[in-house]
């Protein structure tokens, strides 16, 4: 990057939130460094993501940058002489929200719905949505640029996947019956398709992790085996010609066309009639090269890892227990909270927690470095909350209990505690910590005394207000 005397460089870094607009700009022509904020109040459409832009202006003078965002009306604090204390703003309040997910597909099979690409999904870097799969709606058998996890939250059917087996020339088909509660894991690159076989829907929220896809931070792009052709979207046979295709297959060009004519449906068809497999495969490995052959986990109540008496319980999945989660760099947590049960303020060091309520209302306390609330904000079923890793957090159930399921963008993710048995306050030396939170060491030790036989779930003590 070129820089011109007398024109000091200006680097923008926009981002887009649900409530404010804001523009950072960097100074790199001064030691100081320091961040402007700009707060613009009119639409930014153009700005569908967070952009980086790079223009010349005075740092007095904003006028070309207005121009360059077709802002109407633009306020700075201070003329813009002032710092930030929240360099990271673009997180707070709603910006940790979801919202509910917006349908992108639907056919006779079935539909799946998408939450709309925001800051937090690009910085977090994860693409999560939703498929539902009617009675006989099969998933087309697709590969997908990114490893991703599923969590079966209703109904149940049967799951099919291709890989590696014994060196790269030959493959090995794995197909299982899967059921509500059932974790499902699948590596960058490896084929797999679902298939309805009952009555009732078929549910099921995938996550992705897109950090080291083709485009970072952007939604994942399934590469469907067969299928229609739409915009944007459609089977990858479609990219070839019928002369290749025939010649790959060794059939006649005849046959070909006809295959491509009778694609419709593009991700999700209906079965014309109900399939039958005389078996489902168990585990198979063969050679220490081989990927790992089960995909499924089971997070069912009768497989918790932990269950506190009047608190509830949780059962957690990480590539110990399911070894394929090694490839996939993603991990799960199931919680089930008794009312107003919490859990015990935490934060992780090396996972983001993408979680989503699944019965039952709570609330959600998300707090920053200065001191300051990111969120607080009453939940119930089906929202979705993204936490940053390091930011510290807390859930607490309301009067109807509360059930979640949190996917860990880390194969073996690590937290650590404010309160409980493991709190961290009770492995500083009493005096430290009195000292540090300008109390009596009589009460720093009655604090500690307390929620000794507590972790990780605490039951209620008092009466909380939800």
Same mark, same amino acid.
């Given at each position: ?10 680097? $923008? ?11 950072? *700009? ?32 005075? %740092? ?21 002489? +002032? ?55 099969? *998933? ?71 950090? @080291? ?12 085996? =067969?299928?229609?052709?739409? +915009?944007?979207?459609?089977?990858? *046979? ?14 006649? /060009? ?36 081989? &990927? ?31 070894? /394929?989660?090694?490839? $996939?760099?993603?991990? =799960?947590?199931? &919680?089930?909270?008794? %009312?107003?049960?919490?859990?015990? %303020? *935490?934060?992780? %060091? ?16 998300? =707090? ?13 079923? @089906? ?13 607490? =159930? ?51 005394? +307390? ?16």
């Amino acid at each position: 990057m070129e820089r011109h005397a007398g024109s000091p460089l200006e680097e $923008v870094w926009v981002w887009e939130t649900d409530h404010v607009k804001e523009v950072w *700009l960097w100074e790199t022509d001064r030691l100081s460094s320091s961040v402007r904020r700009i707060f613009a109040t009119q639409s930014l459409e153009i700005l569908n993501h967070w952009m980086y832009v790079s223009i010349k202006c005075s %740092p007095c003078d904003f006028t070309g940058l207005s121009s360059f965002l077709r802002l109407e009306e633009c306020r700075l604090h201070d003329h813009g002489l +002032q710092e930030s204390r929240r360099p990271f703003t673009y997180f707070r309040g709603k910006g940790l929200q979801l919202g509910r997910p917006e349908e992108i597909l639907r056919s006779d099979g079935g539909y799946v719905r998408r939450w709309k690409s925001s800051e937090i999904l690009r910085c977090t870097q994860v693409d999560m949505y939703e498929t539902t799969l009617e009675e006989n709606g099969l *998933l087309i058998p697709r590969y997908i640029d990114a490893p991703g996890v599923a969590y079966i939250h209703e109904g149940s059917g049967i799951l099919g996947v291709v890989y590696p087996f014994g060196g790269e020339f030959r493959q090995k088909s794995y197909v299982r019956q899967v059921n509500t509660g059932d974790f499902i894991s699948i590596p960058d690159g490896v084929v797999f398709w679902l298939y309805n076989n009952r009555s009732e829907p078929f549910k099921f929220t995938c996550v992705a992790d897109t950090s @080291n896809a083709p485009n970072p931070g952007e939604p994942s792009k399934p590469y469907h085996l =067969a299928g229609g052709k739409e +915009q944007l979207v459609g089977g990858l *046979l479609h990219g070839f010609s019928d002369d290749m295709l025939s010649e790959a297959f060794g059939v006649d /060009v005849s046959i070909t066309h006809d295959i491509f004519s009778r694609q419709k449906d593009v991700t999700i068809t209906r079965a014309g009639k109900k399939f039958n497999f005389p078996y489902l495969e168990g585990t198979h490995r063969d050679g220490e090269n081989d &990927v790992a052959a089960e995909f499924t986990f089971s997070m069912h109540s009768g497989k918790a890892d932990l269950i506190v008496p009047d608190g509830g319980w949780l059962s957690f999945v990480t590539r110990n227990k399911l070894p /394929v989660l090694s490839k $996939v760099g993603l991990s =799960a947590v199931r &919680v089930k909270l008794e %009312p107003r049960a919490m859990i015990a %303020p *935490l934060w992780s %060091p090396n996972a983001h927690q993408i979680i989503r309520f699944l019965r039952g209302d709570g609330r959600v306390e998300v =707090a920053s470095n200065d001191g300051e609330s990111l969120l607080q904000e009453d939940l119930k079923e @089906n929202d979705v909350i993204i936490v940053p890793k390091f930011y510290p957090s807390t859930i607490i =159930a309301g009067e109807r209990g509360l059930e979640f399921i949190k996917i860990l963008t880390s194969d073996s993710p690590t937290a650590s505690y404010f309160a409980g048995g493991n709190s961290v306050y009770k492995a500083i030396p009493a005096q430290v910590v009195a000292e540090a939170l300008q109390i009596p060491l009589e009460e720093e030790i009655y604090i500690r005394q +307390q929620r000794r036989k507590d972790e990780v779930i605490l039951p209620a003590v008092r009466q909380h207000e939800i």
